[in-house]
């Protein structure tokens, strides 16, 4: 008979499969920051017991999707501005380190991507097609650098402002970054040149022009 602790340290096939649809659901922000999840809402509807629905939620957790409170529930993870402006100043140190990493290693296939990512996001006028492309330019970018826990930190750190980089891009419009464009494709272009410095540097300042534009729309936080 397996225990729940064994199930726990081996996650199964249902728990992925649910945490992996949950998590989709958040991403693409079907279930917004701030939202209870209920287990037996989800026991019924994925027809399992509340076992695999427990470690789901626990997965979801490192992942950054999720708030867990003990004798309390669960909770799609929310943030506030200021910590939201944290995230972002995290970004900004760990994502050029990761970048720097890669860019000797990223295959041209991928730079080749990496181009037309580029490319559909300028031609890209809905919000969640931009959003989605965005996450796998970047994502792309660093998948390279063999850094497994600072890769992991840096995934968990998109997911928790997921969220809010949509609800900015709602607000300025996916037809309005004309800067963000020009900046990915200097970022591509660094990345081609095998420019590590350069490509760090322009991906922080990236970064951080999105950080500061954050802190003239503290409406996006009380979504």
């Known amino acids: 008979m397996t ?23 958040i991403l693409s922000g079907s279930l917004l920051p701030g939202t209870r999840i209920r287990q037996e809402q989800i026991a019924e509807e994925f027809g399992v017991s509340r076992l695999p629905i427990r470690e789901a939620l626990r997965i979801l957790e490192s992942r950054g999707l999720v708030a867990l409170v003990a004798s309390t529930g669960a909770w799609v993870s929310s943030m506030n501005l200021q910590e939201c402006q944290e995230s972002y100043l995290i970004r900004e140190r760990l994502e050029p380190l990761a970048l720097g990493q890669a860019v000797g290693r990223i295959h041209a296939d991928d730079i080749a991507r990496l181009e037309l990512l580029a490319k559909d996001m300028e031609r890209c006028s809905d919000v969640e097609d931009f959003v989605e492309l965005d996450r796998e330019f970047h994502l792309l970018s660093f998948r390279d650098a063999n850094m497994p826990a600072l890769l992991e930190m840096v995934e968990r750190l998109w997911n928790t402002t997921q969220h809010y980089r949509r609800a ?13 464009h020009l900046e990915h494709r200097m970022i591509v272009a660094a990345i081609r040149r095998r420019d590590a410095r350069s490509a760090e540097e322009l991906l922080a300042m990236h970064i951080r022009k999105t950080r500061v534009s ?6 996006i936080f009380n979504r």
């Open 3 to 25: 225990t729940e602790s064994e199930v726990i340290k081996r996650p199964g096939a249902a728990s992925l499969r649910i945490a992996d649809e949950l998590g989709q659901q």
């Open 168 to 180: 900015y891009v709602q607000l300025t419009g996916p037809d309005h970054l004309e800067e963000t």
């Open 214 to 219: 954050l802190l003239d729309h503290p409406e």
